[in-house]
């Protein structure tokens, strides 16, 4: 391809804005160009706003637009789709018909039925596609990576949040308009977000896939939120645990919480192999193991088998996402997306997979048989 890609949004909420200033710094490098911004409200298409998250953002050459197909013709090289993902109307298979490559927010979709059409469309297609996992691109991640490729065998990871419900962010979609939350806080509620494993622990998973391979089967159990505790559709658990057993062996446990009037959060992200454990922190990742003669005259102090893999906060991944996948449309370079839309789905599955297990009084889910069994077909599909 010649020139800049050409590149449309859909969904000018928190994430398409932090899109938005991606591509903006990718258009003032000379290797995007944004045609339509489209959203659903007119007013997270104005002009004030949108500079109020992107500085220096100029609306001109750039069409704004309530109307999917208004920006279908403008035809873009390349759409961002960031939209909740219960309110998926055909957009992505439309959008591979006509040959336009694809960047689709996290979680792809709440149903599987819904995603398994998506990506047959961009794969009947021939498209571009990745899903937003930019995590991937996160220095501190790519470490990981690069430790475990090394010849260390992964066993388990270990996650644990404990956000408090208050801490949500309040989104730019108006659920009050219909019939969702009035305070626009959409996370909370489940059928808007598909609870807190599929919107939030799907980054987590997804990176335990990139490091340890696809997930064979999943097993949770949450504790549901007591009636007279839902305030304005704040209806998602209150705790999470959930157990991924990946194809090379290796396990994951996720433990969440979202609690009311705590105010205070917790996160704790652990990897073992089979002589070490590495520590992922918010401003580095170390790693723990004894490399000395075995066994040791005397066990070592701690900090005598302490290693920085990682110095730093990870950079910045939501532009580095973009770079990648801009870049893989205008060489052709697919190699260069690390979560293609059909690699996804398996993240996707796992989590979806975790809530048909709870669902199920935490029966072992096998991902393979919930994205294809008939037995798990009453599980895939979107309501009416
Ligand atoms: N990768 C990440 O780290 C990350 C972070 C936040 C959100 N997300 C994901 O991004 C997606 C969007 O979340 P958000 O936080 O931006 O939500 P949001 O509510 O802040 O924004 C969604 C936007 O989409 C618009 N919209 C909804 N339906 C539309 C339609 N049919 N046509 C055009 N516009 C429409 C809404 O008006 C709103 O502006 C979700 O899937 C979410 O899980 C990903």
Not at 85 to 111: D, T, W
Not at 161 to 177: R, Y
Not at 311 to 320: F, H, P, V
């Amino acid at each position: 391809m010649t020139g800049p890609v050409r590149v449309a949004v859909m969904g000018l909420g928190q994430r398409g804005l932090q899109h938005l200033k991606a591509l903006w710094t990718l258009q003032e490098q000379g290797a995007a160009r944004l045609t339509a911004l489209a959203d659903a409200f007119p007013s997270n298409l104005e002009a004030g706003k949108l500079q109020n998250y992107v500085p220096g953002f100029r609306q001109k050459g750039i069409l704004h637009t309530t109307d999917f197909e208004a920006l279908l013709a403008q035809e873009p090289d390349a759409l961002y789709i960031c939209i909740p993902p219960n309110v998926h109307s055909g957009e992505v298979v439309r959008a591979a018909r006509a040959g336009i490559h694809l960047f689709v927010e996290k979680p792809m979709s709440l149903y599987l039925d819904e995603a398994l059409a998506m990506q047959a469309a961009i794969e009947g297609a021939g498209v571009l596609s990745t899903a937003g996992f930019q995590q991937r691109f996160d220095g501190r991640h790519e470490a990981v990576y690069r430790h475990l490729r090394e010849g260390r065998r992964p066993l388990m990871a270990c996650y644990t949040f404990h956000g408090p419900l208050e801490g949500h962010n309040v989104k730019h979609h108006q659920t009050e308009l219909e019939g969702g939350p009035k305070n626009r806080v959409w996370t909370a509620n489940r059928s808007w977000s598909g609870m807190t494993v599929v919107e939030g622990g799907i980054h987590l998973l997804d990176l335990w896939r990139y490091w340890f391979g696809d997930v064979e089967w999943v097993q949770a159990h949450y504790q549901h939120r007591a009636t007279e505790e839902i305030q304005d559709g704040a209806d998602n658990p209150y705790t999470y645990s959930a157990l991924f057993g990946f194809s090379g062996g290796a396990v994951g446990t996720m433990t969440l919480s979202r609690l009311r009037k705590v105010y205070a959060s917790h996160m704790d992200h652990q990897v073992m192999w089979t002589e070490g454990r590495i520590e992922i922190e918010g401003d580095g990742v170390k790693a723990y193991h004894y490399d000395g003669p075995y066994p040791p005259e005397r066990s070592p102090e701690p900090d005598a088998v302490e290693r920085s893999l990682y110095e730093g906060r990870g950079g910045d991944d939501t532009l580095a996402i973009s770079q990648a996948f801009v870049q893989a449309v205008s060489e052709g370079r697919p190699e260069l997306i690390r979560s293609p839309f059909g690699d996804a789905m398996n993240s996707l599955a796992a989590v979806l997979g975790a809530n048909v297990s709870d669902e199920l009084g935490g029966a072992r889910v096998d991902v393979e048989q919930l994205i294809h069994a008939e037995r798990y077909a009453a599980f895939r599909q979107k309501p009416t």
